[in-house]
């Protein structure tokens, strides 16, 4: 059973930076790819990053440039260094495999961008 513990989210003002961590608590991470997840109020959880196994990445276009999706599975955590962050990158960020095989969310991290 893996379980996922999404971290490092905050407060942060626009342009600012912020760097999450999602701890497995298996080596999942040199198996499966991985993603970071996001849901905004009002609206659907979207994949935002992703990162396979041999270190491909992905993302989606609204991110490009401004975050990136790394791992280490000695430490059987992926992360997600987020600068230049905007007020739309507000919502609750969470880590799950890509495609996403269990249904078993964690509580995720909640990133707000405010000034």
């Known amino acids: 059973q893996v379980q996922l513990v999404e971290s490092g989210g905050g407060l942060v003002q626009p342009g600012g930076s912020l760097r999450l961590s999602c701890a497995a608590s298996?080596?999942?991470?040199?198996?499966?790819?991985m993603g970071w997840y996001r849901q905004a109020p009002g609206k659907q959880r979207e994949l935002v990053a992703s990162i396979t196994s041999g270190g491909s990445t992905n993302y989606v276009d609204s991110v490009k440039g401004r975050f990136t999706i790394s791992r280490d599975n000695a430490k059987n955590t992926v992360y997600l260094q987020m600068s230049s962050l905007k007020p739309e990158d507000t919502a609750v960020y969470y880590c799950n495999t890509n495609p996403v095989i269990s249904p078993f969310w964690g509580q995720g991290t909640q990133v707000t961008v405010s000034s």
């Open positions: 298996t080596r999942i991470l040199s198996i499966y790819a």
